[in-house]
């Protein structure tokens, strides 16, 4: 088996294609979703007894709804419900950022959770207004105890961003097959492709374990 | 005599029914055999993972890391099209997605049952030596229980996240779930009634297996040993 440089001469415009949109998909997609779930956590945890329920629902729903389905349905089902036509990317990144919403809610609730009770009231107590409180004393907290899980939300998105290649969207994996297909050579594009993958996943992976570690000796 | 319930019915379901359990049929499948041969290998590669000779320990460690650091439609997509290549033989959709997704799982269960592992006092181990128990006893019947039913939570959330994965193997046209629905759906030129239905029989066996796997962890929670 030999390794043939000038293969990935000809294919590199393709690939670094593939990468940039794999990277710039992964990008919104993430940042949509702490936003949006940012938003469904205040939802979530309001006293309105039924805004709270379809928000649980809503992530109780993405728990068992494969990730590909909400894509196919995306890119299928939405065009045809809005009257719109959507690109593949549209679709796809509003799909990953549906689920990934789903997750970074689930996160910041349970760092919310976490929080001893008394803070908030402590913090009115101290004179702060209930913005300052929430952004000096809760919100850092939250965000400082939800890293690692956030960190593995992201990863988890950049992972299914490959999935967009099935609604044909010319991500990294789809480059890869598309490459594939013309030069019959798999193997060499596939393992490029996993590789790039790698390089990206572990080093964020690491990191997540490493703030992981650092809470956990900190809490003791 | 058309009726409020048969409206409601999607009329694609009476001629595609049969077509739409065999591939629930396909895709709990290949979730039993990702489960049930990744739980078994992972027992396995956990221990390996564990081991104090590095040449053992290290390629494990490092195909554990390789597997759960890339996205599983890639590791697919190299199984199925790119392997053939250096070993020369052909592969079925079928047994590239059995391979994928039983390496998969057996990576996944390796790092969680290693966790859990660890989480079992070192004293015990060393207890069990000194009473003369053989190593074999010593996992089997000590480390290892404590070990599995400690970590059910995260095995529960393991067995989901492969239930939706099973949709991912119809990227190489595994005629599972997903990929027969897409079909109806180009046949019918129904994508809204066919692609909703389907996300509804997900949801409802997704519900079902939440069910279970909450009756099982239960069932074990009384056992825990801390």
């Given at each position: ?16 294609q ?15 979703a ?45 065009p ?5 036509a ?51 004393v ?12 956030l ?6 998105t950049l ?21 594939g ?18 390089l990206?996943?572990?080093p ?6 490493r703030?992981?570690?650092?809470l956990?000796s900190?809490?003791? | ?19 739409l ?11 039993a ?8 290998a ?13 040449l ?9 890391e ?24 052909g592969?079925?959709?079928?047994r590239s ?9 057996a ?32 996992w ?6 404590q ?21 991912i193997?119809s990227?190489i ?20 009634g ?7 029989i ?10 279970l ?13 801390r």
């Amino acid at each position: 088996m030999r390794i043939d440089f000038s293969f990935f001469a000809s294919t590199w415009p393709q690939l670094t294609q593939g990468i940039m949109a794999t990277l710039l998909v992964t990008a919104v997609a993430f940042l949509g979703a702490l936003l949006v779930g940012y938003g469904l956590t205040i939802l979530r945890l309001s006293g309105n007894g039924a805004v709270r329920r379809a928000g649980n629902a809503y992530v109780a729903l993405f728990r068992v709804i494969p990730e590909l389905g909400v894509i196919f349905w995306s890119y299928y089902c939405l065009p045809i419900l809005l009257g719109l036509a959507l690109s593949e990317y549209t679709c796809g990144i509003l799909a990953l950022t549906a689920i990934g919403a789903a997750y970074v809610s689930e996160i910041f609730r349970a760092g919310y959770n976490a929080l001893p009770r008394g803070q908030l009231d402590a913090a009115l107590a101290l004179g702060l207004s209930q913005w300052q409180a929430w952004r000096l004393v809760l919100a850092p907290q939250i965000f400082r105890r939800a890293t690692p899980a956030l960190i593995n939300c992201g990863i988890d998105t950049l992972k299914n961003s490959t999935l967009l290649a099935a609604i044909g969207a010319s991500e990294l994996a789809y480059q890869a097959y598309q490459i594939g297909n013309a030069t019959y050579n798999y193997l060499a594009p596939f393992t490029f492709v996993a590789l790039v993958f790698f390089l990206i996943i572990f080093p964020l992976s690491l990191l997540s374990r490493r703030r992981e570690a650092l809470l956990q000796s900190r809490s003791r | 005599m058309p009726s409020l319930v048969t409206d409601l019915i999607p009329g694609f379901l009476a001629t595609y029914w049969p077509a739409l359990l065999q591939a629930v049929i396909v895709s709990l499948k290949f979730l039993a055999w990702g489960i049930g041969f990744g739980f078994a290998a992972g027992i396995l590669l956990a221990i390996a993972q564990l081991s104090r000779v590095k040449l053992v320990s290290a390629p494990v460690i490092a195909l554990v890391e390789l597997i759960r650091n890339t996205p599983l439609l890639v590791q697919l997509f190299w199984i199925h099209f790119a392997l053939p290549a250096p070993t020369g033989i052909g592969s079925s959709p079928e047994r590239s997605a059995a391979i994928g997704i039983a390496l998969s799982g057996a990576c996944y269960f390796s790092e969680i049952l290693r966790g859990g592992i660890e989480a079992v006092p070192k004293g015990q181990r060393d207890a069990a030596a000194a009473l003369g128990l053989s190593r074999w006893c010593m996992w089997t019947r000590i480390v290892l229980p404590q070990a599995v039913i400690d970590t059910l939570p995260m095995t529960a959330n393991t067995v989901l996240s492969f239930f939706k994965a099973t949709s991912i193997l119809s990227v190489i046209a595994v005629p599972e779930l997903m990929m027969t629905a897409t079909r109806i759906s180009a046949r019918t030129g129904d994508p809204i009634g066919v692609l909703t239905t389907v996300t509804f029989i997900y949801i409802v066996i997704g519900g079902v297996l939440t069910l279970l796997l909450h009756r099982i962890e239960k069932a074990f929670a009384v056992r825990s040993t801390r």
